[in-house]
């Protein structure tokens, strides 16, 4: 079936470092969207992309729409301590469907 | 805002207990998902819902099912737990693009 890669699993920056993780698909998808989990919480909906090579910001936040529709990034700049979480990728295809990444787990050291 | 709501942050069940998690969402969405997350594994599809009284079976729907009797009403039942369905359970609902998270229940089977 379809599946995401998403990477890097973990990363540890430093408070104020810029960020930046990415998923692959080998199938291709018409939305792709971008989530944050804080601990002990569900998963809340950052960024929705809706076509190829779209851009779209959300105050520090910065996400693309690959060009082929198998890929996209997501950039934090300027970490704070509260961007601590997992990050999720999802694609969305056809079918509404939604297949998600394994997730990104951010830890900011002070 | 759409609101998912999950009726129990925690549990704690015996082996071999009928359990049922609850979930409401109050936007008249008609597409509603059972995930289970686990570390290192993501999320991953149980069962989902497009109607009511519709269900369709996800990714590991072993040892689960679900009733969907109402619109805003999407129930998850562990007929007889077992310590591998040990999880956190989280519980969405949709329209068309991208979904509306619960909180999430953690779910421990002892």
């Known amino acids: 079936g379809q599946q995401l890669n998403q990477s890097p699993q973990s990363m540890f920056i430093q408070e104020g470092e810029d960020v930046s993780m990415n998923c692959t698909s080998s199938?291709?998808?018409?939305?792709w969207l971008w989530y944050k989990q804080e601990p002990g919480e569900g998963p809340v909906l950052l960024i929705a992309?809706?076509?190829?090579?779209e851009l779209t910001s959300n105050g520090r936040l910065t996400a693309q729409f690959g060009i082929t529709r198998k890929d996209s990034f997501l950039n934090i700049s300027a970490s704070i301590p509260s961007d601590v979480g997992i990050y999720f990728c999802a694609g969305q295809g056809g079918d509404d469907k939604i297949i998600f990444g394994k997730g990104t787990r951010l830890h900011i050291l002070p | 805002d759409v609101k998912v709501t999950q009726s129990s942050r925690y549990l704690v069940k015996r082996t071999g207990e009928k359990v049922f998690l609850e979930c409401v969402q109050d936007?008249?969405?008609?597409?509603m998902f059972w995930y289970r997350q686990d570390p290192g594994l993501g999320l991953r599809l149980i069962y989902f819902s497009y109607d009511v009284k519709m269900k369709e079976k996800g990714d590991i729907p072993e040892g689960y099912s679900v009733s969907r009797e109402k619109k805003e009403r999407f129930s998850l039942i562990l007929e007889s737990a077992s310590t591998n369905q040990t999880s956190m359970y989280l519980c969405?609902?949709?329209?068309?693009?991208?979904?509306?998270f619960g909180s999430g229940t953690r779910l421990t089977v002892v």
């Open positions: 992309l809706y076509k190829a090579g």
């Open positions: 969405a609902s949709s329209f068309r693009f991208g979904y509306t």
């Open positions: 936007m008249d969405h008609e597409n």
């Open positions: 199938s291709i998808f018409n939305t």
